[in-house]
């Protein structure tokens, strides 16, 4: 195993104020609350959970947009924390972020050819004009779009081609970790599968690692190499894909995969969904014991109090829950 990102007890706290000028702190909401996990180079992580559990606050604090509370984030075996100078413009070049909305994140104003080259020229990498030429239409044909695209605004394109744009300009500088957050969540079901190709196609060819932030576990099924199941701030399950799809441990997992429909006829006639009572706690009161408590149809009395930590099964997979202890 070779880590290109190792995670370790994250947390990302941020204070609730009032009063004049919002100087008093009334609370403290924890977005993510002692996340630890590690990503190989050449893997797919799939981090995954309803929205509001702290599953694009990880990603954010990754990319060094959000500070982290506590714990600390390696890359490539280095604190983030201590990345100054030179070494912060190197890891801005070897991390990038794909974004859920591409309509949002790309300047309507600007035409693809700008938008991919605008990274190189922040980063001082453009060279000279035909250069540039040439290296937009080698991104666009990594992502499977034209040359003569490179004249066109994204307005004129589909959901499913901006996103293209997307991953194309987050290629630009040849990272090796791409945070990937909800890239298909926006999109068509029937395009989601073409990106997810795409995704899986640049990682065959460049060996990217990604952090693939999703919301739900159909997504993730097909490009990641292992997935991490957050809820509320924390992560419950970590399992290889065929563990997590075949034996889920956690009773939250277990919900969520109820959830997902089955190709086969017959065992989707047989599929009992799972339906979560109440809606997901506040962050800024977390239950005490498991978080999950108070939703979850396993919940014994010691789930009221213990919190359950995360812990290795022996086989790679981990579970925070009494029942698997
Ligand atoms: Fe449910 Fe208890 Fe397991 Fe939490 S520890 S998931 S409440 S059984």
Do not use: W
């Amino acid at each position: 195993m070779d880590p290109i990102l190792r995670v370790e007890n994250l947390k990302v706290h941020f204070p609730v104020t009032q009063g004049v000028l919002f100087k008093r702190q009334v609370g403290t909401v924890k977005a993510v609350d002692g996340v630890s996990f590690t990503l190989n180079r050449g893997e797919t992580l799939g981090l995954v959970g309803e929205s509001g559990c702290g599953k694009s606050t990880t990603g954010l604090a990754i990319m060094k947009m959000l500070p982290a509370s506590d714990g600390r984030i390696l890359f490539d075996g280095e604190d983030l924390a201590g990345f100054k100078g030179q070494r912060q413009k190197q890891f801005r070049r070897s991390v990038q972020m794909v974004y859920q909305d591409p309509f949002a994140s790309l300047n309507p104003r600007m035409k693809v050819r700008d938008l991919i080259a605008e990274p190189l020229e922040v980063h001082g990498m453009a060279g000279d004009r035909q250069a540039v030429q040439t290296r937009v239409s080698e991104l666009l044909d990594m992502v499977g779009l034209l040359p003569y695209m490179a004249d066109r605004y994204p307005h004129e394109f589909s959901g499913g081609q901006r996103q293209r744009i997307g991953i194309a300009r987050a290629l630009a500088l040849e990272p090796s970790l791409i945070v990937c957050d909800e890239p298909v969540s926006a999109l068509d079901v029937s395009i989601q599968a073409q990106v997810v190709n795409v995704f899986m196609e640049l990682q065959r060819t460049l060996g990217l690692s990604y952090l693939f932030i999703a919301h739900d576990l159909a997504v993730v099924r097909h490009i990641s190499d292992r997935v991490a199941v957050m809820y509320l701030g924390r992560i419950v399950e970590i399992a290889t894909r065929r563990q997590l799809y075949a034996s889920p441990l956690h009773p939250y997992t277990r919900a969520l995969l109820s959830a997902v429909p089955v190709a086969d006829v017959e065992t989707e006639r047989r599929r009992q969904r799972i339906v979560l009572k109440g809606e997901v706690p506040s962050p800024m009161n977390p239950p005490s014991g498991c978080r999950f408590h108070a939703r979850c149809p396993m919940a014994m009395p010691q789930c009221h109090n213990d919190d359950p930590p995360l812990r290795d099964r022996g086989d790679g997979q981990m579970v925070a829950c009494h029942l698997a202890e």
